[in-house]
């Protein structure tokens, strides 16, 4: 199984920035996200689709429909950039390639 | 403070072997299900094993499969990844990371532990 990320996106501080994910019938899995900032560990942002772990802002929020899974940064700062990774299962811990996130 | 404190990496030649080692505290360790996921230089993460929280549940990706061996010993709080055969390409960080990366992910993630595979 595979999940599809773009390389790269591009915001503005304080405009949205959103990432995707594709697979085939995502939308019947469960997603979660991860952020990782430059020489840091992964921290999960974002888990069952849309759901925030304690601690993470409000900005944060995740959608899952059809093929593909997106993550919504409102609002974004810049210590949000960082690289991000989706995540499902199927038959095993599948991530997607990760985006670069730059906010400029 | 819930803490995962990975050890054991280094240079080690093609061909050779390498056990990795994790410290779990502040959890129950026992509690939980447990995973190694690596980062090689400059790309992204690949899940690599899976350990039900009573060792009972086993998985490995296709890659490392038949090289490497995941365990765990809950009276020590510890979880541990021995590695056979390595090769060039499994030059990583390697992470200790809790969770059952299903639908809940993988909430609390180790520093990395660095294997370099080089003669």
């Known amino acids: 199984y595979e999940l599809t990320q773009p390389p790269s996106v591009s915001v503005s501080p304080g405009q949205t920035a959103s990432i995707t994910c594709s697979g085939d019938k995502l939308g019947n899995k469960y997603v979660c996200w991860y952020q990782q900032r430059p020489g840091q560990s992964p921290g999960l942002v974002i888990y069952q689709n849309s759901k925030r772990p304690s601690g993470i802002p409000e900005r944060f929020s995740g959608s899952n429909s059809g093929n593909t899974a997106t993550l919504t940064i409102s609002g974004t700062q810049t210590i949000d950039e960082a690289d991000y990774y989706c995540q499902t299962w199927d038959s095993s811990t599948v991530f997607g390639g990760g985006t670069n996130l730059t906010v400029l | 403070e819930v803490q995962l404190v990975e050890s054991g990496g280094g240079l080690v030649q093609p061909g050779g072997s390498l056990r990795l080692s994790c410290a779990a505290s502040g959890f129950t360790f026992i509690s939980y299900s447990m995973n190694w996921v690596r980062q090689a230089p400059g790309k992204g993460l690949e899940w690599i094993s899976y350990?039900?929280?009573?060792?009972?549940?086993?998985y490995y990706a296709d890659s490392v499969k038949g090289r490497i061996t995941i365990s765990r010993d809950n009276a020590k709080n510890s979880l541990y990844l021995q590695m056979n055969s390595l090769r060039a390409e499994d030059r990583a960080v390697y992470y200790c990371?809790?969770?059952?990366?299903?639908?809940?992910?993988?909430?609390?993630w180790g520093q990395g532990t660095t294997v370099t595979v080089s003669s």
């Open positions: 990371v809790r969770g059952e990366g299903g639908s809940y992910g993988m909430d609390v």
């Open positions: 350990i039900s929280s009573s060792s009972r549940t086993i």
